[in-house]
Nanobody, 116 residues
Framework: VQLQAFGGGLVQPGGSLRLSCLASGSIFSIRRMSWYRQRPGKQREWVARIMGSLTTQYADSVKGRFTISRDFAMNTASLQMDSLEPEDTAVYYC???????????WGQGTQVTVSS
């Protein structure tokens, strides 16, 4: 499974951004897709995950502000980020777990900067 993340950028506090992750390769084997982020000086942390098209979970820090979704026809998983805060500044990574062993597959990161 290969993953490509798009959509990062610079946004003011309170603004919105939408990240997308395009999956290719053995997409039929994907069990779950997630977004992680790594804030400056911090370890990578989980942000949100989706299994199927309806089962979602969110980290407490983003609950109510971020929405993860999946488009099976386009082979994408998206992260709609609203009410962004400077603390959301990070490199965001797309992850897909695939196969019987729930193998981790990672995309390249995309930078999100929230600043006035």
């Amino acid at each position: 499974v290969q993953l490509q993340a798009f959509g990062g950028g610079l946004v003011q506090p309170g603004g919105s951004l939408r990240l997308s992750c395009l999956a290719s390769g053995s997409i039929f084997s994907i069990r779950r897709m997630s977004w992680y982020r790594q804030r400056p000086g911090k370890q990578r942390e989980w942000v949100a995950r989706i299994m199927g098209s309806l089962t979602t979970q969110y980290a407490d820090s983003v609950k109510g502000r971020f929405t993860i979704s999946r488009d099976f026809a386009m082979n994408t998983a998206s992260l709609q980020m609203d009410s962004l805060e400077p603390e959301d500044t990070a490199v965001y990574y797309c992850n897909a777990e695939s196969g019987n062993s729930w193998r981790d597959n990672w995309g390249q990161g995309t930078q999100v900067t929230v600043s006035s």
